[in-house]
């Protein structure tokens, strides 16, 4: 297969081994096994080959936050248990037992509307008690009522054609290191515990627990119990600049090209608000990268502004000037020489770090910084439909007709240590990915 079908446009270049020493590091420090959380496509990643390389190399459980993630994760040949951290429609339930999926459970309202579901569809559903602890969002509220909690979960756990093995809790602030917050993750863990003690106490038998985001496992080990939960850090990424674990790999790198070089004259402004006003002769590159695909508007360049982004071009640091557009951006090579069309442009990577242009962590870390302690991971590691390719480096097997990206088809009966992966729009059937690999694997 050729790569006529390639178009250089955005794309993202994911490093399966660093993704394997991550796992690996994971294990090593909690000593127990690890659910690999694999929503919003592993992180945007690609959960249809990251899946498999990650069961295969040791993940003990996936993670994902709805049905269809689930069921995608079952269709690339996922064997290992899924729970689905949110919300199912209980029509569903059908699709749960089929896939042998487990469901979160997080009120007496819900588990009855489960409930009823899988007895008129004559099947069970295997179920996770999901706990509020003091992260606030889904849960039963062991911190407000902690004996309506337990009689509500005691209540659930008799209901019909529902089988709960589990239970879990989330941590709100496990990535911060003030003695304020140390002691609100102290406390949520002591309740938690109390939780499943006075359950187990009551004849309630849990056979997985778990509670460890991210940050926690790393940073409490001793708080493994049955498994812990691996998401960012799974991917190379601090939980946030406060909480740095070394050993860490970064799993992607943004790649763009160059698409058009001029010269800006003293006096002149570029790109929308003209935020930006060249004081002496620059040269300018634009580059077809965007707020469209997940590059983000605030790390805009204006005159003095010190959190603008940082590309690298040949080696060197490309600073962004004016305003980032939808799919266009602009950025100084004024100090690069040679800069001309269709050179590459690693818009954020490790490979950056060392030239001080920009990572995914240090991308991240200038929000923290800036907007109230909000890490944009969201924007530095999770490409939308518009970054056009994925590349996979690493030792990986495919299948022919694995689904890769949305609708995208792939069909390739062969494997290598290199797989490519390129999204065209065809006009008759939506997204094609084509494959080009050699040396066949089976997985």
């Known amino acids: 297969m050729t790569n006529e079908l390639y178009e250089k446009h955005c794309w993202a270049l994911v490093d399966l081994d660093a993704m394997q020493s991550n ?29 498999p390389w990650l069961e295969e190399n040791g993940a003990a459980a996936f993670a994902v936050s709805c049905l269809a993630e689930a069921r995608h994760l079952r269709r690339h040949g996922i064997s290992k248990p899924i729970l689905i951290l949110g919300y199912t429609d209980p029509l569903q339930v059908d699709q749960l037992a089929f896939n042998c999926i487990t469901q979160t459970v997080y009120s007496e309202e819900y588990a009855k509307a489960l409930s009823a579901a899988a007895q008129n569809a004559g099947v069970e559903v295997h179920c996770h008690f999901k706990v509020d602890t003091g992260m606030g969002r889904i849960g039963f509220s062991v911190r407000s009522d902690f004996e309506a909690a337990i009689a509500a979960m005691e209540r659930c756990a008799t209901l019909p054609k529902l089988h709960f093995s589990g239970i879990f809790q989330h941590f709100a602030v496990a990535d911060s290191t003030t003695p304020e917050n140390e002691a609100y993750t102290q406390a949520q863990h002591a309740l938690f515990e109390r939780t499943v003690q006075r359950l187990q106490a009551d004849g309630v038998a849990l056979h ?31 939980p946030s600049p406060e909480v740095h674990f070394d050993g860490l790999r970064p799993t992607m790198t943004l790649k763009s090209v160059v698409t058009f070089v001029k010269d800006l004259l003293p006096g002149e402004s570029v790109s929308y608000g003209r935020t930006y006003t ?19 508007r605030a790390l805009s360049g204006s005159n003095g502004n010190p959190n603008a982004g940082v590309m690298s071009i040949r080696g060197k640091p490309a600073p962004i000037i004016g305003r980032v557009c939808m799919d266009q951006t602009l950025v100084d090579v004024t100090d690069i020489p040679d800069v001309k069309m269709n050179d590459e442009v690693t818009v954020f990577g490790p490979e950056n770090a060392a030239i001080g242009a920009d990572t995914a962590d240090s991308i991240a870390c200038t929000f923290y910084c800036t907007a109230g302690g909000t890490v944009l991971y969201g924007a530095t590691i999770v490409p939308p439909a518009d970054v056009t390719d994925i590349h996979f480096s690493g030792h990986i097997g495919i299948r022919d007709g694995d689904i890769f990206h949305g609708a995208a088809r792939a069909n390739a009966a062969e494997q290598t240590n290199v797989v490519l992966i390129d999204i065209n729009v065809q006009p008759s059937d939506g997204v094609t990915v084509a494959v080009k690999c050699a040396n066949k694997r089976t997985v």
């Open 208 to 238: 997985t627990i778990h509670c460890a985001n991210s940050a926690a496992q790393m940073r409490y080990p001793e708080w493994h119990h049955s498994l812990t939960r691996a998401g960012i850090i799974l991917y190379g990424l601090d």
């Open 278 to 296: 060249a004081n002496t002769p620059r040269k300018v590159a634009t580059i077809c990268v965007g707020y469209a695909d997940g590059y983000p």
């Open 23 to 51: 796992l690996a590091l994971i294990q090593k420090t909690v000593g127990a096994p690890v659910c690999c959380v694999v929503k919003a496509d592993a992180y945007g990643h690609g959960a249809a080959v990251a899946g």
